[in-house]
């Protein structure tokens, strides 16, 4: 069913107020990222209107995973439930599976995860069993953006927090699973709450490979 757009509010969903569109046209029909309503300026129209899904700019932002900078995959980051206070959760995406050819955009959807570094674990999994290099189950060291941080605990920060010249990391270890084999976040050798440059999100193969920033906190593989 597509409902009415709210007329004096359009960019928000009619029924859970969620911002869902940054730009919305009349001849589109758009959904809700949050509760899944989709909703029209003339819902009678639907059948000559193209409908476009979820067009959130948080939910379809790519947040890219290189492999030791080598573009690899992404993550996008949507928000469920509602309220100001919505749970995330994070998919990975993969560029260019090999083994899928004619997969629309060469993008391929692995999974969907609640953490952060787990989504990227899912990644290095694709990497270590399925992909570029296989049979390898070599622990990784990753790079996650640490979205937990306070950005108004730190005075010496704040500034550069806000105009997105620093971001907050943290950095552990990726390791497969003793039974499965699958790899996932060993959240026990994560350090949180690093300042560095941003764009530095990623997996890392050695600790040589690691941004001269964040070296000093990688642990041991």
């Not at 296989?134 to 996650?144: F, G, I, K, Q, R």
Request: proline share 7%.
């Amino acid at each position: 069913m597509i409902i009415h757009w709210n007329s004096d509010k359009a960019h928000r969903c009619p029924r859970c107020h969620t911002i869902t569109v940054d730009s919305p046209s009349k001849w589109e029909v758009y959904t809700c990222c949050t509760c899944g309503s989709r909703f029209a300026r003339w819902p009678r129209m639907q059948r000559f209107l193209r409908h476009v899904g979820v067009t959130c700019e948080n939910c379809t932002k790519r947040h890219p995973v290189p492999v030791d900078g080598v573009p690899f995959g992404f993550l996008h980051r949507r928000h469920i439930g509602r309220g100001t206070d919505m749970p995330s959760v994070f998919e990975a995406w993969l560029h260019e599976p090999d083994e899928l050819p004619t997969h629309r955009d060469r993008l391929l959807y692995l999974n969907t995860h609640t953490t952060r570094a787990d989504a990227i674990a899912d990644l290095a999994h694709w990497r270590s069993f399925l992909g570029r290099q296989e049979d390898d189950l070599s622990p990784v060291l990753a790079v996650v953006v640490d979205e937990e941080f306070d950005m108004w605990a730190s005075d010496e920060h704040r500034e550069e927090l806000l105009d997105g010249t620093v971001d907050v990391y943290g950095v552990g270890i990726l390791r497969p699973h003793p039974k499965h084999g699958r790899f996932h976040a060993d959240m026990a050798t994560f350090t949180w709450g690093l300042i560095a440059p941003p764009g530095l999100e990623g997996i890392y193969t050695q600790a040589g490979n690691l941004p001269e920033s964040l070296t000093a906190h990688a642990p041991r593989i």
